[in-house]
C-alpha cells in the first residue's frame, strides 16, 4: 500500500481504539507516543492516554499494518488472508464496531444541529 494510506489508516485505528478506552475503561492510563512507520519514511506520532490492554491492542494493530503485504489495501474485514490472530481479531472488531456507533452518531447530531 502506499504509505500514506498507511498513515490513514494508523490513525483511524489510533483513533477508533482510544475512543473505546475513554468508554470502556477508566482507570490507570498512561500517556504514550506511537512512532509511525512504514517503507522507510516517518510519520508524524501519535500520543494517546491509553490503558495497557488497549496500548497493547494498538501496538499490535499497528505491527500489523506495517506488515500488511498487500499492494492495494483491502479492508481488514474483508481481507482474503487476515494476518491478525483469533483474540486480537474478536476485539478489534468490537471495538470498532464501538467507535463506529459512536462516530456515526455524533455525526449525526451535528447533522441535525446543523439542519
Ligand atoms: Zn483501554
Redesign the pocket.
Known sequence: MKPEKFYHDAKTVAKFISIY?DD??KDKKEKRSYALKYDNQNFCPITLN??D??HETLKYSLERLQNCPHEDKPSCRKCPKPCYDKPEWKLLARIMRHSGMKLGLLKLRSMIKRA
Open positions: 478506552c470502556k475503561h491509553l490503558c490492554v488497549c
